[in-house]
């Protein structure tokens, strides 16, 4: 087996997993992106609906690994397929799912609270948790430049599915430093999500897993890039990378899951005709920037509101200027 | 600053939400849950909160600040500032208020509520309200 086999095997049942807890991992007065309260999901027709979902998930992740099985040179493209088709068919059977329950739909609550207190700071006291993963790439650069002489004349910038080094570079300070400044790249931009959603959502959804799982994922990146910023000196094991990934991953479904399960967690008022198919929410009325997600967890963004475009814009923007920093960095 | 202060308005009623925002926010600032020096939430985040237009959080803000309850800074918010005492109503205003307690007396007693409980409850809210 491949790695590039090994690594879709190994999304594709990520994938898998996540897809079918789908229908759990929303807030409990949300079923298939309908407001339905917290009961319908135990119903003969709610539980009918979530077993006719799941079955559908499950046959197209078995189409998948058949497809995936019968290519025995294990190509890139196979792998991209294999990858896409269980989003595809879990979009057909949610929007049929969608369809079965949105006549359940309940009146959007007409009393809305707010609470004035100052005790309630527009970031929590923990965001200062997101600063020390800028310190891990500075840290490993000066490592780096303190061991300049180890670093040999070339070494590989690009591996290959099999974790094969496929492209070489000469040693400069902008070949060797460039990922460690791509990688403070990626944490600025996420520093700005996370402060973009808490400032541009509403105290009430603060419970979600969101904004702890971004600042986890801060870690996570300055961990996992400044590792590959190693390269020069030292390979990290591809094996051990991508085990940290997956633990990652999991742990952030798990939590996710737990605290999007809890009861407690209130419903975001966001009106029903503003939102298609649960999944995409327009309102120019709400000055809002990001809204409790009705499928799946944490927020989506008001396409509504021309602010949330320039901030979407600015982050991919910005993501893509990183890559082709890094690209041009690493004479790619 | 005592108590919680929360406000809660009622979308579906015919008082317009501008009108529900004053009113909920006098009360704390007369009960002094909101006292002078408390900076209220911008018209952004609380227009964002109550899931309303920004104009609705504005003229509430406008309307409390003609009455002397806040000091509106561009771009800084809103605080709560020491408001002097009112000079005395004038008999017309006193008239307009004991209509508008009439009317809501009459509707509880339509409703079925004692003559006695409404008493005590006028009673009860004076005591916070002093």
Request: some cysteine; proline content about 7%.
């Amino acid at each position: 087996m491949t790695q590039a086999l090994w690594i879709a095997t190994v999304s594709i049942v990520l994938e898998g997993v996540v897809l079918l807890l789908l229908p759990n991992l929303t807030p409990s007065q949300m079923y298939f992106g309908i407001r339905t309260g917290a009961a319908f999901r135990g119903t003969e027709f709610g539980r009918r609906v979530c077993r006719q979902y799941r079955l559908q998930v499950l046959a197209w992740l078995a189409l998948s690994a058949v497809l995936m099985m019968a290519d025995s040179s294990g190509s890139e493209l196979t792998a991209a397929i294999g990858s896409m088709l269980p989003f595809v068919g879990a979009a057909v059977a949610f929007v049929r799912a969608y369809r079965q329950v949105r006549p359940h739909a309940q009146p959007l609550p007409a009393i809305r609270e707010a609470d004035l207190s100052p005790r309630t700071p527009d970031l929590p006291r923990w965001s200062w948790l997101a600063l020390p993963p800028f310190a891990v790439p500075l840290a490993i650069m000066l490592y780096v430049r303190a061991h300049w002489d180890e670093i040999p004349a070339r070494f590989p910038s690009h591996f290959n599915g099999e974790g094969r080094p496929d492209r070489w570079v000469e040693r400069s300070e902008r070949t060797v430093f460039a990922p460690f400044w791509f990688t403070e790249g990626m944490l600025l931009l996420f520093l700005l999500l996370f402060v973009a959603i808490l400032l541009g959502s509403r105290k009430m959804t603060r419970p979600t897993a969101i904004p702890g799982i971004i600042v986890g994922a801060m870690y996570m990146m300055s961990v996992f890039f400044s590792a590959t910023g190693l390269t020069p000196l030292w390979q990290p094991p591809a094996g051990v990378l991508i085990a940290l990934t997956v633990a990652f991953v999991t742990g952030a479904i798990v939590w996710a899951y737990r605290r999007n399960s809890d009861p407690r967690l209130p419903a975001e008022p966001t009106p029903d005709d503003c939102w298609t198919l649960g999944s995409f929410y327009v309102n120019p009325n709400d000055p809002a920037l990001f809204v409790q997600k009705r499928v799946g967890f944490g927020y989506t963004i008001n396409l509504g509101n021309v602010w949330a475009y320039v901030f979407f814009g600015g982050f991919m923007l910005g993501m893509f200027a990183l890559t082709f920093f890094l690209k041009w960095a690493m004479g790619g | 600053m005592a108590g919680h202060a929360t406000i809660r308005i009622d979308l579906s009623s015919g008082v317009p939400a501008y009108r529900q925002i004053v009113d909920a926010i006098r009360v704390l600032l007369v009960e002094g849950t909101l006292a002078p020096g408390s900076d209220l939430p911008s018209v952004r985040q609380l227009a964002m909160e109550l899931g309303v237009h920004f104009n609705t959080v504005g003229e509430a803000y406008r309307q409390l600040a003609e009455e002397g309850w806040l000091d509106l800074r561009h771009g800084r918010g809103a605080r709560v500032i020491a408001r002097g005492a009112p000079a005395a109503a004038a008999p017309e205003r006193i008239e307009e208020f004991r209509t508008r307690m009439r009317n809501m007396i009459a509707e509880m007693r339509a409703c079925g509520i004692p003559a006695t409980k409404i008493a005590g409850e006028l009673r009860a809210l004076m005591e916070v309200l002093r």
